[in-house]
């Protein structure tokens, strides 16, 4: 495998239901990010890791929690989520978080339905 | 306000030249980006500019940057079906630690 990948590709759970998102990088970089892609809405920052600590936590419902055990694979665990939360989950990569000029290559998403 | 705006759609026919334009708030900006998104994958990098560039080209690309005003645009010449995605504008902010701010993204459509 190159580049990005994420599993599951689709995801459909309950309000009560406990699942992970997966999101794994083969590009030797040191950053991670979990992006949320809703219609008509700018694509919304959750949480970045930089060399395994987490730099950003962009507001987001404790129902979300990241985790990241390394720096090649990067996790996001939801439990009791709402239906608004159902959107395009997107994992990205780059190489430092602290560089100015950022490039981040993206996995294809989790296309998350919460019924 | 960290803010990045776009137009939601745009349609052109194809062979004609298309202009998607982008508005950002945050005049620190040091890199601005244009993402394509095509169906079913996520976002790739298309090009970029640096803040203290006015223009780039890059084959049938060209970003036009005016600081002044805070507005960047990308100009595809000659669109092609093949061009039909969604294109994001990026501009990345900060120091020490660099966030990037997208914005809602442009859909493009490409009548033949």
């Known amino acids: 495998e190159t580049g990005v990948t994420q599993t599951p590709r689709h995801l459909v759970m309950g309000m009560t239901n406990k699942k992970s998102l997966k999101c794994e990088q083969h590009l030797g970089h040191n950053a991670m990010y979990w992006y949320k892609q809703s219609a008509k809405k700018p694509l919304e920052l959750m949480f970045v890791?930089?060399?395994?600590?987490?730099?950003e936590n962009n507001s987001v419902p404790s129902r979300f929690s990241p985790e990241c055990p390394n720096s090649s694979h990067l996790f996001l665990h939801l439990h009791t989520l709402q239906p608004e939360d159902s959107a395009l989950y997107l994992c990205?990569?780059?190489?430092?978080?602290?560089?100015?000029?950022?490039?981040?290559?993206f996995g294809p998403g989790t296309r998350l339905t919460v019924l | 306000g960290e803010d990045v705006e776009q137009s939601l759609f745009l349609s052109v026919r194809e062979g004609d030249s298309s202009v998607i334009n982008c508005t950002y708030t945050d005049s620190s900006s040091t890199y601005l980006y244009w993402y394509k998104q095509e169906p079913g994958a996520g976002l790739q990098l298309l090009t970029y500019i640096f803040s203290n560039m006015d223009m780039k080209q890059d084959q049938r690309l060209t970003v036009l940057l005016n600081k002044k005003d805070k507005h960047l645009s990308l100009r595809i010449a000659d669109t092609q079906t093949g061009d039909s995605a969604i294109y994001f504008c990026a501009e990345s902010i900060g120091t020490g630690g660099f966030k990037t701010i997208f914005g809602a993204g442009t859909r493009l459509f490409v009548k033949a």
């Open positions: 990205a990569s780059s190489q430092d978080q602290r560089s100015s000029y950022n490039e981040q290559f």
């Open positions: 890791y930089n060399f395994k600590e987490q730099t």
